[in-house]
């Protein structure tokens, strides 16, 4: 089956001498009867160069072969390739193909992936409702960055009828997955009041949560919550601390707060 396959790559970092020989024989013999899986996993092995001499063009033309006759894994990966011109040359076009692929056959990664592609008009014609279209596809699988997106969406109306609960939802979705942009988009919904009862101290508690997993964002936040007492009492040396953070990052806001508002001292 599928799994036992993968498992063989998986043998393939450890295996040596006549064990690994063997398994690249019974790779090549299963991709030779047409194994999908078997294919994906030897283009694999031709770019780590474990049991075979790494071989690009051998790599891209297995991982083709393995997508083209559908194997979701495979069709991912070469989307990526052309997406990001990792081993390609950048082809939007065919990112946006072999996205399509993998996300027709349900894969919650190649979906979110696909809605990016629709949402910039990146290989297809920009169009905000296939990119929400496809974004609830990922996020009813529980798919935390399509979740956080989608939220998004419903804040600003974008491809779908602007719905503040809606964003509130699935920003908290994301959240619960551990997504820091989700929890930072929940801090500034609690913190303007948008769509939910204006409450600085959910607002600070969410800027915390994302700024104790290092995203320079609820970094900054949180810094400001403290610099200006909202929703936490206010703490001079804390919020230098957060901002310092997320200016460390090379986050703008953050930079420019410090340099405009620092005691000279400092």
């Known amino acids: ?7 063989l790559l998986s043998a393939c970092v ?27 996993v030897l283009s694999v092995l031709y770019k780590t160069g474990n049991g075979v001499p790494v071989n690009y063009s051998k790599r891209i033309e297995l ?45 919650a990664q190649a979906q979110f992936k696909l809605s990016k592609l629709y949402r910039i008009g ?16 990922s996020a009813d699988q529980g798919y935390a960055d399509a979740q956080g997106a989608l939220g998004f969406m ?8 602007q719905d503040y609960a809606a964003a509130e939802a699935w920003f908290r979705l994301a959240a619960e997955q551990g997504n820091a942009n989700a929890m930072a988009n929940l801090g500034v919904m609690y913190k303007k009041g948008d769509g939910v009862e204006q409450n600085p ?27 200006f007492g909202h ?8 919020a230098v601390e957060w901002l310092s953070k997320a200016a ?14 620092l005691e000279p001292d400092e």
């Open 201 to 227: 101290t959910e607002a600070a508690l969410q800027f915390q949560a994302a700024a104790d997993i290092g995203f320079a964002r609820g970094e900054y936040f949180i810094g400001i919550c403290y610099f």
């Open 154 to 161: 419903f804040l600003q109306g974008t491809g779908v009828i």
């Open 231 to 238: 929703g936490v009492q206010k703490d001079y040396d804390k």
């Open 122 to 137: 990146e290989g297809v014609v920009q169009d905000e409702c296939a990119a929400a279209y496809w974004c609830r596809r």
């Open 63 to 107: 991982l083709r072969q393995s997508s083209d006759d559908g194997y979701v894994n495979a069709q991912n990966e070469l989307a990526d390739c052309y997406y990001t011109g990792d081993e390609l040359d950048v082809d939007y076009f065919l990112a946006a193909y072999y996205y399509t692929q993998a996300a027709l056959q349900g894969d």
């Open 14 to 40: 450890t295996a040596t001498g006549n064990e690994l020989e063997e398994i690249i024989f019974d790779l090549r013999e299963l991709s030779g009867n047409g194994n999908r899986v078997a294919t994906y």
């Open 248 to 261: 460390d990052q090379g986050y703008e806001p953050a930079q420019d707060f410090l340099e405009h508002n």
């Open 1 to 7: 089956g599928e799994r036992q396959i993968l498992n």
